[in-house]
């Protein structure tokens, strides 16, 4: 902790207690990146900082990390709702890959709790899960004054308690979770009834946790303009985008990399998890075009994930894996490095529901690092590329992709781009701007102490 936190929780204390906050984490902390910050920002101004989370790794049960108070939970699967997670988890990649969202909410008793608003109210009263016990345990031991649920799988949980215990709600949307869990699958029509069933439950969940929540975080003004569509009142809604953290980047730009660069090399660059709807198939195809007009161009593949197999299998059909690399799994703290060695970065999301209310952290990221962008025209991030003038915007077609590829290979173009990103986001789109806004919600909806 530096020298200003701790000035500023000694005047904090000075003036009277500190504002106790409980974070509730349907995943494991550290590493978040979105709650990360928050975290570390609501630590330095003083508050006193409780998260309560998944425990996924066998890590303590609690523990303080970087001034965060954390406490971590071991949810099992039981009974006929235990079928139930089981069911979803092997139905759904995304469940597969994170169990721990499956076992964070009960499916069964959310399609039975939601019909109507008295056993939205009252469901978790009746029927107490592990979660639900534990929030109640921490309000009555701690006595919180704000309660922060992060994004939907926990919300109604988290409600049903703070309500109980009239403390204040701030519901953190990361994403448009419904559609979310539509657009990362495919099925045939079996199971996709069973996806069907749970999008239907979150769906109206959703709705009422907007309802009882008294401040409701979204990503971006797209997000925001749909939740004013469905009716919910403008003053409730606050903008926190995902952003970049300058400091961590600033840090960690110069780690040794896992595979070699030669200097005529053209590196375009893909970081994050795989999936059919990052648009990987189809970087890949346009490569095909133009290693025929420039060899010296290579796919940089910073990840993994569930399609990794058929995407190696396609570039060895294209015979052009010599210029394809996969690093598989990259440690965070190496992320800035790559970005940093590339000349363009990619960004080639699906165009749906999910993907048009949403932004994310890599956007900025890229920007910052002076790198221009390769987008396809999803509404927030064609938006903000073309006010920011900082790439270049296409449609979800592998050909499109290989003519912005060629034409960013003119440094003079691809410089220039890269600069303005690079100006817009130590302007707007750091955690450092962003942040305070965070902070003066929190001012809004501070208790004063007697």
Same mark, same amino acid.
């Given at each position: 902790?530096?020298?200003?936190?701790?000035?500023?929780?000694?005047?904090?204390?000075?003036?009277?207690?500190?504002?106790?906050?409980?974070?509730?984490?349907?995943?494991?902390? !550290?590493?978040?990146?979105?709650?990360?910050?928050?975290?570390? /920002?609501?630590?330095?101004?003083?508050?006193?900082?409780?998260?309560?989370?998944?425990?996924?790794?066998?890590?303590?049960?609690?523990?303080?990390?970087?001034?965060?108070?954390?406490?971590?939970?071991?949810?099992?699967?039981?009974?006929?709702?235990?079928?139930?997670?089981?069911?979803?988890?092997?139905?759904?990649?995304? =469940?597969?890959?994170?169990?721990?969202?499956?076992?964070?909410?009960?499916?069964?008793?959310?399609?039975?709790?939601?019909?109507?608003?008295?056993?939205?109210?009252?469901?978790?009263?009746?029927?107490?899960?592990?979660?639900?016990?534990?929030?109640?345990?921490?309000?009555?031991?701690?006595?919180? $004054?704000?309660?922060?649920?992060?994004?939907?799988?926990?919300?109604? /949980?988290?409600?049903?308690?703070?309500?109980?215990?009239?403390?204040?709600?701030?519901?953190?949307?990361?994403?448009?979770?419904?559609?979310?869990?539509?657009?990362?699958?495919?099925?045939?029509?079996?199971?996709?009834?069973?996806?069907?069933?749970?999008?239907?439950?979150?769906?109206?969940?959703?709705?009422?946790?907007?309802?009882?929540?008294?401040?409701?975080?979204?990503?971006?003004?797209?997000?925001?303009?749909?939740?004013?569509?469905?009716?919910?009142?403008?003053?409730?809604?606050?903008?926190?985008?995902?952003?970049?953290?300058? $400091?961590?980047?600033?840090?960690?730009?110069?780690?040794?990399?896992? #595979?070699?660069?030669?200097?005529?090399? #053209?590196?375009? /660059?893909?970081?994050?998890?795989?999936?059919?709807?990052?648009?990987?198939?189809?970087?890949?195809?346009?490569?095909?075009?133009?290693?025929?007009?420039?060899?010296?161009?290579? =796919?940089?593949?910073?990840?993994?994930? !569930?399609?990794?197999?058929?995407?190696?299998?396609?570039?060895?059909?294209?015979?052009?894996?010599?210029?394809?690399?996969?690093?598989?799994?990259?440690?965070?703290?190496?992320?800035?490095?790559?970005?940093?060695?590339?000349?363009?970065?990619?960004?080639?999301?699906?165009?749906?529901?999910?993907?048009?209310? /949403?932004?994310?952290?890599?956007?900025?990221?890229?920007?910052?690092?002076?790198?221009?962008?390769?987008?396809?025209?999803?509404?927030?991030?064609?938006?903000?590329?073309?006010?920011?003038?900082?790439?270049?915007?296409? &449609?979800? &077609?592998?050909?499109?992709?290989?003519?912005?590829?060629?034409? =960013?290979?003119?440094?003079?173009?691809?410089?220039?781009?890269?600069?303005?990103?690079?100006?817009?986001?130590?302007?707007?789109?750091?955690?450092?701007?962003?942040?305070?806004?965070?902070?003066?919600?929190?001012?809004?909806?501070?208790?004063?102490?007697?």
């Amino acid at each position: 902790m530096d020298v200003q936190s701790i000035i500023t929780i000694l005047r904090e204390t000075k003036r009277g207690k500190k504002m106790k906050i409980l974070m509730v984490l349907p995943e494991s902390y !550290p590493p978040d990146p979105r709650v990360e910050k928050e975290a570390k /920002t609501l630590v330095k101004k003083g508050y006193d900082l409780h998260l309560l989370c998944l425990n996924l790794n066998n890590k303590p049960n609690y523990e303080i990390v970087e001034g965060v108070k954390v406490h971590r939970i071991n949810p099992q699967f039981r009974g006929i709702s235990g079928i139930f997670n089981r069911l979803m988890i092997k139905f759904n990649p995304i =469940l597969k890959k994170k169990q721990h969202i499956a076992k964070s909410q009960n499916p069964v008793k959310d399609s039975l709790g939601i019909i109507n608003r008295i056993l939205f109210n009252n469901i978790d009263h009746l029927f107490r899960s592990d979660w639900y016990k534990t929030i109640d345990l921490l309000i009555k031991k701690h006595n919180y $004054d704000i309660i922060h649920v992060h994004d939907l799988p926990l919300a109604r /949980t988290t409600l049903a308690v703070a309500r109980k215990y009239k403390k204040k709600v701030i519901f953190d949307m990361h994403e448009n979770w419904p559609e979310a869990m539509k657009a990362h699958t495919n099925y045939p029509f079996l199971k996709k009834i069973i996806l069907n069933l749970a999008v239907w439950v979150y769906k109206r969940q959703e709705k009422l946790s907007w309802k009882y929540s008294n401040k409701i975080l979204v990503v971006v003004k797209e997000s925001k303009d749909r939740l004013i569509k469905a009716g919910v009142l403008n003053k409730k809604i606050e903008i926190i985008r995902n952003s970049v953290d300058s $400091d961590y980047f600033d840090n960690n730009k110069n780690h040794k990399l896992n #595979f070699k660069r030669n200097k005529s090399d #053209f590196i375009v /660059t893909y970081t994050g998890t795989f999936g059919t709807h990052r648009g990987l198939d189809i970087a890949i195809k346009a490569m095909a075009e133009v290693i025929k007009k420039n060899p010296k161009v290579k =796919l940089l593949l910073v990840g993994d994930g !569930p399609n990794k197999s058929s995407l190696q299998k396609l570039a060895r059909s294209l015979n052009i894996e010599k210029n394809i690399i996969f690093t598989g799994y990259v440690n965070k703290k190496y992320l800035p490095s790559y970005i940093n060695t590339s000349d363009v970065c990619l960004i080639l999301h699906t165009s749906n529901q999910h993907t048009n209310s /949403t932004i994310p952290h890599k956007l900025f990221e890229n920007m910052y690092m002076g790198k221009p962008v390769i987008v396809t025209s999803v509404k927030p991030l064609k938006r903000i590329v073309e006010k920011e003038n900082c790439g270049l915007v296409v &449609n979800y &077609n592998h050909s499109e992709v290989a003519d912005a590829i060629l034409k =960013l290979t003119d440094k003079k173009l691809s410089n220039k781009l890269g600069k303005n990103g690079r100006s817009s986001a130590v302007k707007t789109y750091t955690w450092e701007v962003v942040s305070k806004n965070l902070e003066k919600i929190y001012k809004q909806l501070e208790v004063p102490k007697n």
